[in-house]
């Protein structure tokens, strides 16, 4: 039918478009009358209007505004806003108590090398045969699935006075009476550790999901040739997790420079722990500041895409392929 | 001496066994500890927290429900449940819906803009959702949604990207001759979603109900900066306001806890094998 191609291009793209793996469409046994075929066209998107909608106004929308007003002095609640230009940007980088909360991310990004050590570790004895092997998998991802307040709240106490951690200390005979959440260093380590405490579970389960999907003839025939477990884990394990390990350690950079909720519900920011996050959230809530607080936002989100960039071309993955 | 300087594979393989049982029980300790203690002292009467501070200490009786009681009743947890409980339903259906139709229609059509449409998906998941909440907040009050449940269930829904992914890995796997029949038996595209594509997603549905439920049931942050009013609060800012009232009391602060993460252990326990599948699919895809 040459015909249809030169009047209906669309039609022609169809079958390009396709994926390989679909069996082409039968043939229409007659062209479809107009309105038929307008109706046709219109299908796909209304199975899209709700999730594009929801798209553009959730995400894209925000986005934009945010750029727009980064660059205004907006108090956001006045309807006056003026155009102060690259301000907010000089400000976030000039004043250093404003950049200082990138330092804090330090520690939760050494906690997230700390964590993913550990759940590599585990991920990897567990992927062995090992008795209660359900029993520690369980034990061991549960944290993540807990709420953040109320782990929050468990961890208060375990570094309160006389809490949790003193009272093991004291068990060994260490009597301590230091303030875990009472200098800025220590605070910043114990809410780090909680970091850790909370996260590893995923990264494990990840992991050792990964690890199971490696075929175990593979370990037979290095058994065989004489490999102990630790050549088992570099030449086999180590480069068929690769994709998911990139993933963890992208997951980590961007989680350390966007925590929240933990220092906020322990701390409330106080004693050196606000993070970034916690400082846009007074910046733009507490103080109406926000012009400066969008202007922070959008650092942190070009920080954030820089790193998936430069991760995506240092570890070329096949995850992108969607459709 | 010659087994300390050239010991037997058999010691050796021992030595690493226990060594490997012995990191095990140490990591389940660093876990179990902090939760076990919250558990003992949800259980202890505020007397006996003011007389001995230590942490380790058994409770008196262990069937001393009290502070459950307080805490559900001062700390309004039967609200908090109930509002978490609306929110769950309408932004998890939502989810399930929106994803499997905008999966279907991406796969299962070709239309003009489909790759663009494709792409703004995937680069939205490059957003991270907290960075842009001082402009989301503008654009969801302007729809006066702030301070209502309705905030909430719409974010949730509308930045959930990963789950249209999870459809679209199984849309996928359908195949397309099932639609072929059903379409030449005059079966439209509605039909096609809601009797073919619909019942055949059973597994990604429940991976998708599984991992957002626990994302929204455990979720802080939006609750925190779009449902301000007393009545509205979810289980996690409802806990969060146990700071206030309940101050040093932790007897108080640790049975809300308990409340808190006793249905998450019972989810847990009861669909391991699915939450260890779900999230292994929500976050690698």
């Known amino acids: ?92 980088f000039t004043r250093p108590e404003l950049f200082q909360v990138f330092f804090v991310s330090g520690y939760y990004l050494a906690a997230s090398a700390i964590q993913i050590g550990v759940a590599l570790y585990f991920a990897t004895i567990l992927s062995f045969n090992i008795r209660f092997r359900n029993l520690f998998k369980g034990i061991l991802f549960f944290p993540y699935l807990i709420n953040g307040v109320a782990i929050g709240f468990v961890f ?37 550790s909680v970091s850790v405490w909370r996260y590893t579970g995923l990264n494990f389960v990840l992991f050792l999901g990964a690890i199971q999907s490696i075929p175990g003839e593979l370990y037979e025939a290095a058994e065989l040739d004489g490999a102990n477990r630790w050549h088992q884990f570099r030449y086999i394990i180590a480069p068929g997790i690769r994709p998911v390990l990139s993933l963890s350690v992208i ?9 929240f909720e933990i220092p906020y519900i322990m701390t409330g920011g106080a004693t050196g722990t606000e993070t970034f996050v916690i400082q846009t959230v007074k910046l733009a809530f507490q103080f109406n500041k926000t012009g400066l607080a969008s202007a922070a936002a959008v650092v942190l989100l070009l ?16 995850r992108v392929d969607l459709v | 001496m010659t087994t300390l300087t050239n010991p037997t594979p058999v010691v050796r393989r ?16 660093v876990v179990l500890l902090p939760l076990l203690v919250v558990l003992l002292t949800s259980l202890k009467t505020e007397r006996q ?100 449940r309705w905030a909430p269930i719409a974010l949730y829904m509308g930045t959930d990207i990963v789950s249209i992914y999870i459809f679209l890995q199984f849309v996928r796997s359908i195949p397309i001759s099932l639609d072929e029949s059903a379409r030449l038996d005059g079966a439209n595209a509605f039909t096609i979603y809601r009797k073919i594509i619909f019942p055949l997603l059973r597994p990604a549905i429940a991976t998708v109900v599984i991992v957002k439920g626990i994302t929204v049931y ?49 989810v847990f326990l009861a669909l391991q094998r699915f939450i260890y599948n779900g999230f292994m699919r929500g976050a690698t895809k």
């Open chain 2, 218 to 266: 455990n979720d802080f942050y939006i609750p925190f900066l779009y449902m301000p009013s007393d009545d509205l609060g979810v289980i996690s800012t409802s806990l969060f306001r146990f700071q206030g009232p309940f101050g040093a009391h932790w007897e108080t602060i640790s049975a809300g806890a308990v409340l808190v993460i006793l249905p998450t252990l019972i």
């Open chain 1, 156 to 192: 208060l106490y375990f570094f309160q006075d006389g809490g949790t951690l003193d009272s093991v200390l004291a068990l060994f005979g260490h009597e301590s009476d230091r303030a875990w959440l009472g200098t800025s260093t220590s605070a910043n380590i114990s809410l780090a």
């Open chain 1, 1 to 92: 039918m040459p015909h249809t191609r030169t009047t209906d291009p669309s039609h022609a793209v169809k079958k390009v478009a396709r994926p390989s793996t679909a069996a082409p469409r039968p043939p229409a046994p007659r062209r479809a009358p107009r309105k038929v075929r307008l109706w046709r066209k219109l299908t796909p998107w209304l199975f899209l209007a709700a999730p594009l909608v929801l798209l553009i106004t959730f995400t894209y929308a925000p986005v934009a505004n945010m750029l727009a007003y980064s660059f205004t002095d907006w108090d956001g609640v006045s309807p006056e806003l003026s155009y102060i230009g690259a301000d907010n940007y000089i400000e976030i």
């Open chain 2, 49 to 148: 927290m003011a007389e001995d501070s230590g942490a380790l200490t058994m409770p008196d009786s262990f069937l001393n429900l009290d502070n459950y009681a307080t805490a559900f009743r001062d700390g309004e947890m039967l609200t908090a449940f109930g509002n978490t409980a609306f929110i769950l339903l309408f932004a998890v259906s939502g989810t399930v819906l929106i994803g499997s139709m905008a999966a279907y229609a991406i796969d299962r059509f070709t239309f003009r803009f489909r790759k663009l449409v494709v792409a703004l998906f995937l680069v939205a998941t490059l957003v991270p959702g907290v960075t842009t909440q001082v402009a989301t907040f503008q654009i969801v009050d302007s729809f006066g949604m702030f301070d209502t």
């Open chain 1, 303 to 318: 920080i954030i895409l820089a790193v998936t960039w430069l991760q995506r071309r240092l570890v070329p993955d096949d």
């Open chain 1, 251 to 259: 997951l980590s950079i961007s989680g350390s420079l966007s925590v």
């Open chain 2, 14 to 29: 021992r030595v690493a066994r226990t060594l490997t049982y012995l990191s095990l029980v140490g990591a389940s300790v």
